[in-house]
């Protein structure tokens, strides 16, 4: 079975310019999920998709931030414009069904605002 | 919003030995996760105990759950080098949303 998917790996950007990132769950995962992992710290989770619906994006800054799930399989997250605390690694994942089990997660995407 | 606060934060311990790592959290959960993360990659799902279980196992690993305490302690026996890696509990919330914790660095040296 193939993991979850996620692109680029590292990405370095300037202040104030715009990054995405995009992810693939495991096939047949209904829930995926974007968290922000900053260096030290356990992952915070940004949003939240079930199917191509948004369960959750309480913690999103949505001033800056935006996701979405294409017809409930791939997902982009996009920052514009970037700030240094934004400086993170964003971890996508999925899982069956509608949350609250077993969570796969991709490697990460790590990037670096300068 | 972080649930789950881990202790210690950090651990080092010789290769044999015993490692055990605890988990606090503030509010009524469905089912408590532990996770692995080595450097630099995506985190490991190792362990789910439900609200009603009070001891799991699984391999070296050993994960215990107390609800009137509002704590899980994960314990890992005859540790290796391997282990080595970031610990993180997650407790689940209404609809779902998995919240995790800041984590137990475990370093386990040969």
């Known amino acids: 079975e193939a993991g979850v998917a996620q692109s680029p790996r590292y990405k370095i950007i300037e202040k104030r310019q715009s990054v995405a990132f995009w992810c693939n769950p495991i096939s047949g995962h209904a829930t995926l999920y974007w968290y922000q992992q900053i260096l030290g710290q356990g992952p915070k989770l940004l949003i939240q998709?079930?199917?191509?619906?948004?369960v959750d994006d309480s913690q999103l800054p949505k001033d800056r931030f935006s996701a979405e799930r294409l017809k409930g399989v791939d997902s982009t997250l996009k920052i514009q414009p970037a700030k240094l605390e934004d400086s993170a690694v964003y971890l996508c994942?999925?899982?069956w069904g509608q949350g609250g089990g077993e969570l796969f997660f991709g490697e990460g995407s790590r990037l670096t605002v300068l | 919003s972080q649930q789950g606060e881990e202790d210690p934060q950090a651990l080092s311990i010789q290769e044999g030995e015993n490692a055990t790592m605890n988990c606090s959290y503030k509010t009524s959960i469905n089912n408590l996760q532990w996770y692995r993360q080595n450097s630099g990659r995506g985190l490991v799902h190792l362990i789910l105990i439900r609200s009603n279980e009070r001891e799991k196992h699984s391999g070296r690993l050993r994960v215990t759950l107390d609800t009137s305490k509002k704590s899980s302690s994960l314990l890992i026996t005859a540790s290796r080098a391997a282990d080595t890696a970031s610990y993180f509990c997650?407790?689940?919330?209404?609809?779902?949303?998995?919240?995790f914790g800041q984590g137990t660095e475990l370093s386990v040296k040969p």
């Open positions: 997650a407790t689940d919330e209404e609809g779902g949303k998995l919240i």
């Open positions: 998709f079930q199917n191509n619906g948004v």
């Open positions: 994942a999925s899982s």
